[in-house]
């Protein structure tokens, strides 16, 4: 058998099932049948891609010829699979049609190229419902689409998964560094820590921080707050925010081109710290030129950002930047049960550094800090970020279970307009392919941060 | 050996205790704030203040009040846990019939019992046959079974409790203390796999000799659980060794099944199965003409198909990182004893690659447990479900924190238990000692 994996160039299973010729002739010549088959496969008759399956499957066990036995079995399985996914799809229309709803976006051969309906008009329908809260500026009524409405929900979805994974960050650093201080108190509490959040589900701490902590907060009339600033109640939640007037959009472009000058500062100070081998202070350098240059900017543009504090109004919060208690409950539990995983993989990337670089650096005369920031988090960052990209692509998954503290995000909007309108078949497949490109934009970025902090091996 | 350069103080009043304090607490100035700090933060989750007693001041109200001023003041004070207590066999077994049997709804409780018992003797056997129980252990555990066991009730219940306990003792020190067992032992391994195979099929038959829809609460998250875990690895194997495959045919369907279900959050899966599976597998279907009848694909089953088909996506990764951890030596090795390709995967391939990631597969195993909580989705009620369920009764209003975090302990003692299983399993096979 492993003789015949490895055909010599006279061997007569090279020639592909028994066509003699050369080599680009003859994988031309395998893509034809290849194509032919699965448009075949797809139009025929069930009964033929069954028997066509089983005469594969026969050639595959019978064949003394390695290649053919190769290319039988490969167009078997194709068989099977195609023969499985038509049934599955026949049964789904035949009982979709009995139910009169639109079974798109399927093959429809009697229609014309390339016979796939991908129309999905009922997104243009008015919605009908609302959505308590809205992201990114978004105005969204009941008189909206459906589209507005799944809009908003993706919306939802990518403000809860941004700020959930900056902040699951900061907790998961914090954690994963303290597990490995050499205070015992604060290893063993982040140890607890750990261990706990992430041995429970992420429903039950969801349910958990809205039912049985936010929802019991104060009413709003109690005009409850910590030092004024932050105003809570079980209704909303109220932090200081910014106010921006004309001219924002001004300063925002200009402080774009501060910070391309900043860098710029960084990378030459950089430049000249790595020739002459003396401090010139890069990072601090640039964030002066940004600050000072920022700071004239922004008087320049006649100061178009206030601060602005919330305040109680009746009965609710205005001014400030106000969070609902679903969001607050859902960002809460992503934000700590992730935080945990990700403490975890910031404990293993940093003991997967070998002991000599804490105590090289420790020679150097670096301090435990620097230590840390310098020499070993460096390197334990090109260890961590494949496990913290896991780690990410959960959080914005995961954010889907926001559907059982009633959050609008998309997973909430899909169900209502199913429910709504009874487009299953297309709003399942909708958002799960926005789920996958959710899943390919954090892959993709992440990849490229990946190659951006890998270690260059000599 | 490092040269002792400290020497060991002689006062009589540094005892170890305190030299430990003091290299361990209070090492450095920095070292001794993050101690006070993290004093702070322990004081303010267990008593809802800080020491001195200013935070308040911060806020204008009573914001320790919120957790039940501290956790040790709410669990022993502020806490009704009558809701826990009054409705213990609902978080259990919910709507399984039935704690007040009539005769044309009989009690149903006798299947869980006799599962449980045959679960405690192969357990015990089998712990007795493979390990060696630490005494220390054993003693820790027969007292904590002791709250357990007036936890869950008087009479009968607590006498059958009892029992499966003392099942569990009796075949463990029935198989490994039984005379001439090192003679037969691996024999006797053999036979005990034979057992839980068999102990699946029979725990199957008799759960299902009640209506699946009465099924519920724990019982259903454990199912959901142990029948994901045993349907979802050979489909996860299969499809790490798809992915694996010079077949591109294969390897392309496996990677994009892989993808696919990894990019997707499972409720979306849940929901798809939930609507999909009765209309594309209906009792009434045909599939190629033939008449497919007698499956009904219930909510549990749906469930399951769901759970399954996600969970198999990750093992395939885990599995394929073994795979790949298995050095090429040992394939050539192999077909140059002129082995099989089948049999080259069997013996040779695949025992090493799921040795190497052990731990990660209970890793998923563990996500799998977790993850059975989404099943509210299609309607389901499992362990969590009942938590939110009890606290809708009347009496029971506003004791939705006692109820979670009741479920949230079964959580996370099951959840606690098996990662500690894989570590322990992890150093008995020596994985990373080669």
Known sequence: ?458 | MAVQTRPISTSPVTTRAVRWTRENLFSSIPNSAVTVAALALLYLVLFGSDPVGQAGALATFDWPDLLGGGLIKFVFDGADWSVVHANRRLYFLFRFPTATPTAANPDETWRIWVILYMLSGLAGASAGLWTRIDLKVAVVFLLLMVPVSLFIGAGAVLLLTGGAVAMFAASYVAAHFAPGIKTYLAVAKNVAIGAWIVAFFVAWTLLNGVDSRLWGGLLLTLFLTVVGIIASFPLGVLLALGRASTFPVIKGFCTAYIELIRAVPLITILFMALVFVPLMLEPDRRIVGLPITGVDFDLVARATIAITLFSAAYIAENVRGGLQSVPRGQMEAAEALGLSTSRILAFIVLPQAIRAVIPSLVGQFISLFKDTSLVFIMGLTDLLEVAGIVTSQPGFFGRQAESLLFVALIYWIIAFSMSRASQRLERTLGVGDR
């Open chain 1, 1 to 458: 058998m492993a003789a015949a994996n490895q055909p010599s160039p006279s061997h007569p299973a090279d020639s592909l099932m028994g066509l003699a010729g050369p080599r680009v002739l003859r994988l031309l010549i395998a893509a034809v049948i290849a194509i032919v088959g699965l448009v075949a496969a797809l139009v025929l008759p069930l009964a033929f891609v069954l028997i066509a399956a089983c005469g594969l499957a026969i050639v595959t066990l019978a064949s003394r010829n390695a290649r053919l036995q190769r290319y039988a079995f490969q167009a078997a399985f194709a068989a099977v699979i195609i023969l499985v996914g038509r049934v599955l799809v026949s049964n789904l229309t035949t009982e979709l049609d009995k139910t009169n709803l639109e079974s798109l976006p399927f093959v429809d051969l009697s229609g014309s190229f390339p016979f796939i309906d991908f129309s999905m008009d009922f997104l243009d329908r008015r919605a009908g419902f609302g959505l308590p809260e809205t992201s990114f500026g978004q105005e969204y009524t009941e008189n909206n689409s459906y589209g507005d409405a799944y809009l908003a929900g993706l919306l939802n979805t990518l403000r809860v998964a941004i700020i959930g994974i900056f902040l699951a960050s900061i907790v998961g650093l914090a954690a994963g560094v303290a597990r490995l201080s050499n205070n015992w108190l604060l290893s063993k509490l982040a140890t607890v820590y750990v261990e706990t959040f992430r041995n429970v589900p992420l429903l039950v701490q969801l349910i958990f921080w809205y039912t049985a902590v936010i929802l019991k907060l104060p009413k709003i009339q109690d005009d409850a707050s910590f030092l004024n600033v932050i105003l809570i109640s079980n209704r909303s939640v109220a932090v200081p925010g910014m106010n921006t007037s004309d001219g924002f959009g001004l300063w925002l472009l200009l402080l774009l081109a501060v910070a391309a000058i900043s860098i710029a500062v960084w990378y030459l100070r950089n430049q000249s710290q790595e020739t002459t081998g003396k401090p010139s202070y890069p990072a601090w350098s640039a964030a002066g030129v940004f600050v000072v240059l920022g700071g004239a900017t922004f008087l320049l543009t006649g100061s178009p950002m206030t601060f602005e504090l919330p305040e109680l109004i009746g009965r609710s919060h205005e001014g400030g930047l106000q969070v609902t208690p679903e969001f607050t409950a859902l960002l809460l539990g992503l934000t700590l049960y992730t935080g945990a995983f990700i403490a975890e993989v910031v404990r293993g990337s940093i003991q997967a550094i070998s002991k000599g670089q804490t105590e090289a650096a420790s020679a150097l005369g670096l301090n435990g800090f620097q230590r840390l920031r310098l020499v070993i988090l460096p390197q334990a960052l090109s260890i961590m970020i494949p496990p913290l990209t896991n780690q990410y692509l959960n959080l914005a998954k995961n954010s889907s279970l926001g559907v059982a503290v009633a959050f609008p995000d998309l997973f909430r909007v899909t169900k209502i307009t199913i429910n709504q309108s009874g487009q299953t078949v297309p709003m399942i497949l909708l958002v799960m392919v926005t789920y996958l490109a959710i899943s390919m934009l954090i892959s993709l970025i992440m990849n490229v941060l990946n190659s951006r902090v890998r270690i260059r091996t000599r």
